[in-house]
């Protein structure tokens, strides 16, 4: 027997598409479920109701592989248990179907490739951080303020020139990012206003 699995980031959008084509490969539209939650969502609960309808000799046929999976490793293991127990895995539109060699090979090589692109973006990620830190940088945004600015900003502050508020409007900036270049160990501290006392 034919499942079909559609899902949906958000109530707004439209399934339709994808029941069309479960339609055109042979599911029946009571066998058709549809879950709207985002990827990422660990909550599926039709997906799960599918997973513990298939039995073995059932396929389960999905439009795309990223309307059934939330991540590579999840994928993996979803796949490694249809295979387990003997249910087929059709994905319409990118043409796998694990009943074949072929398509249990190109399953494979999808999975694998995920998760070498996984793998590369954090081997870049950890590079430009590794050039930051030679260059200096710790990470983060770039700071908002040249080195002239932030010196002439300490300078107003501690010659009680101008507030905080006045120096970060100077300058077009938020007041965290003046304080955040303020010499934390030589700024004069504020003292509050002296009020006049009634007699």
């Known amino acids: 027997m034919n499942f079909g699995y559609c899902r949906v980031s958000t ?36 997906l799960d109701l599918v997973l513990q309808l ?22 993996i293991n979803l796949g490694a248990d249809l295979r387990e127990r003997k249910i087929g895995l059709h994905v319409i539109e990118q043409g796998i179907d694990t009943d074949t060699a072929e398509g249990r090979a190109m399953f494979g090589m999808l999975s694998v490739l995920a998760e070498l692109q996984r793998e590369l973006i954090i081997a870049n990620t950890n590079d430009g951080l590794a050039a930051a830190r030679a260059r200096g940088r710790v990470g983060g945004r770039r700071p908002r303020l040249t080195t002239e600015q ?45 009020t006049a006392t009634k007699l």
């Not at 339709?16 to 066998?31: F, K, M, P, Y």
Request: charged letters at 30%; zero cysteines; hydrophobic letters at 35%.
């Open 54 to 75: 298939l039995r073995e000799g059932d396929t389960l046929k999905v439009t795309r592989l990223d309307r059934l999976s939330r991540s590579v490793q999840h994928l």
């Open 150 to 194: 932030a010196a002439l900003a300490q300078e107003l502050y501690d010659a009680r020139v101008k507030t905080v508020q006045q120096i970060a409007g100077l300058f077009g900036v938020p007041r965290s990012t003046v304080y955040g270049h303020l010499d934390k160990y030589t700024t004069v501290p504020r003292q509050p206003k002296k």
């Open 11 to 46: 109530a707004e959008q439209n399934p339709d598409h994808q029941i069309d084509a479960l339609l055109r490969s042979g599911v029946a539209r009571e066998n058709i479920h549809i879950d709207k939650a985002s990827g990422a969502k660990a909550s599926r609960p039709k």
